[in-house]
């Protein structure tokens, strides 16, 4: 345990140092990224230059540090926008059900349904490159795949026992969501009764009907 205690702490250091490096490398690089010296092409390393330099003699390490910037600003704004409306997506697609339900299935299985790189080449191909078109690359290939997630942490949180409560009381689905929705005037209701009988229109929320089935037992 101490060992692997350990190896975590050294893992997350050097993630740590690689993110500052990335942020703010190009306050401390060594060189000019752009600086061409062909007299100094494919040159090992040096003190002059600690990674050596490329075909044209430029800085390896400076390019690597300057260049740090727009890969985090690329991928950060990528997750951030994934996470928004993944998210968002998930939420809906979890408490929703008839037609939108169905929609959102086939929406979220055709972006599923191809590999991430087959995205960014598709999209590289059509707009060429640069920092938006790799952002929507990022963005297209991973919110389905959050929006899943989301989605199914929906479906077993409207399972639970307070929410079936809140729904054979006569809550609203809005309402059920909440925490303590068990506690509303007539929460008193038993769980045998979330099977819907005498309580109607159990047959047009899908989370009642899961639980019939034998789902939302926890």
Known sequence: ????????????????VVLVLLAFGWLIAPNDPDAQHIAMRLKGASSLYPMGTDALGRCVLSRLMYGGRTTLFVVLTGLFLTFAFG???????????????????????????????????????????????MIAAIFLSTWALLSRLIRTRTEEELGRAYALCAVTAGAGRAASRAPHSAQYPG???????????????????????????????H
């Open 1 to 16: 345990m101490k060992r692997r205690g350990r190896t975590r702490r050294i893992s997350v250091a050097a993630a740590v």
């Open 87 to 133: 998210t968002a997506m998930g939420l809906i697609h979890g408490a929703a059900g008839g037609r939108l339900r169905g929609a959102l299935d086939v929406v979220t299985n055709l972006f599923t349904a191809f590999p991430p790189m087959l995205y960014a080449i598709l999209m590289a191909g059509a707009w060429g490159g640069g920092a938006a078109v």
């Open 187 to 217: 929460g008193r209701a038993r769980l045998s009764d979330a099977d819907g009988r005498g309580h109607g229109n159990a047959d047009d929320r899908p989370f009642l009907r899961g639980h019939r089935n034998g789902y939302g037992h």
